[in-house]
């Protein structure tokens, strides 16, 4: 059996047969393999884990419950955070605009 399989693959091999079109199929195999491993899911404007890009068209209400987002600046409410592209916010009893510590 494994005589028959080392003939098998010296002849595909060896004599020039089918070699290229073999390199080809693992080249390829291999860089949709590499392809697959690089998207992990994540959005493509997600940067870091607190922000992503801004959302100019979201349209947000005036309420007053400030928050602290993960960029350590005060905004007037969680939308308003949310549209600057933060991903995490808290509330704080500090004013809009101001500088907060997040963490």
Known sequence: MISS???FLKIKFCYRTYWKQWVVFLVILLGLLLFLI?????????????F???????VC??????VCACNDLVYS?????????????KSTDKNPGENCDYR
């Open 61 to 66: 209400t005036e309420e007053a419950k400030p």
């Open 38 to 50: 690089s998207c992990n899911g994540e959005e493509d404007d997600v940067i870091g884990d607190c």
């Open 5 to 7: 399989l080392y003939n």
């Open 77 to 89: 409410n969680s939308c308003y955070a949310e549209k600057a592209g933060n991903l995490k916010w």
């Open 52 to 58: 992503v890009a801004p959302d100019p068209e979201r």
